[in-house]
C-alpha cells in the first residue's frame, strides 16, 4: 500500500525557514503531480504549490517569492523549502498526490499524507 510520509514541520520564528519534506513509500510505478496543501484553524483547505512529474510548479500568490517546491523522482520525495515566514502561515501542511499507478497498474487518485504542523510565531 502507497503512504506518504511527511516530515519537517516545527515552530519558528517569523522571517525564519523550514523545509518540509514528504515521500512515498510502498511499490508502484509512477507517481503524477505531488503538492502541499495547508489548513489553519477555521479554515479551509487551500493550496500550497504543486509540481507534475516533469517539473512544472505552481503556486499560491500568497507563498510565491517566499516558498520553492522540488522533487526528487529518484527518492519519490517532494520538499518545500520555506523562507521568509510569516505568522499566517501556521498551519497544518499536508502532502498529496494526485494519481498514483500501484502495481495493480489501475490508477489511484487524490493520496494524502497525515499532516504536519507549521507554527510561526515569536
Known amino acids: 500500500q502507497v503512504q506518504l510520509v511527511e516530515s519537517g514541520g516545527g515552530l519558528v520564528q517569523p522571517g525564519g525557514s523550514l523545509r518540509l519534506s514528504c515521500a512515498a513509500s510502498g511499490s508502484f510505478f509512477s507517481i503524477n503531480a505531488m503538492g502541499w496543501y495547508r489548513q489553519a484553524p477555521g479554515k479551509q483547505r487551500e493550496l500550497v504549490a504543486t509540481i507534475t512529474n516533469s517539473g512544472s510548479m505552481n503556486y499560491a500568490d500568497s507563498v510565491k517569492g517566499r516558498f520553492t517546491i522540488s522533487r526528487d523522482n529518484t527518492k519519490n520525495t517532494v520538499y518545500l523549502q520555506m523562507n521568509s515566514l510569516k505568522p499566517e502561515d501556521t498551519a497544518v501542511y499536508y502532502c498529496?498526490?494526485?494519481?498514483?499507478?500501484?502495481?495493480?497498474?489501475?490508477?489511484?487518485?487524490?493520496?494524502w499524507g497525515q499532516g504536519t504542523q507549521v507554527t510561526v510565531s515569536s
Open positions: 498529496n498526490a494526485d494519481r498514483i499507478l500501484p502495481m495493480t497498474k489501475v490508477w489511484e487518485y487524490d493520496y
